[in-house]
């Protein structure tokens, strides 16, 4: 992360998931944007042998996916902007703020 842009990859950083072998799995994220965390963390529980995966998120982008994919559980539907807030950040910054808003252009354009 850093910017605005989606690096397009998923990295597993050891590899390990907890034991969920023919346990029913809730993926819990904050955004759906591109897709590509939820196909790819969804798939890796299935490899794992979980018995069903379904997926919630606090917010889901209304845009065209990287990946074919749609959570079963949406808090809020959201124009495909750029938010901040609740632990969604730019540039590092915005991370802890109490609501999730819509980052301003003039933000987004001005140089670090």
Known sequence: HGGTES???????????????????????????TGRTLAAVGKKLREQGAGTVKTCVLLSKEKTRAAEVEA???GFGIGDEFVVGYGLDYRGLYRNLPYVGVLKEEV???PQ
């Open 108 to 110: 987004i354009g001005k």
């Open 7 to 33: 690096s397009g990859r998923v990295d597993f950083l050891d590899g390990k998931l907890p034991k969920v072998r023919g346990k029913d799995v809730l993926l819990v994220d904050d955004i759906l944007d």
């Open 72 to 74: 079963d559980y949406v």
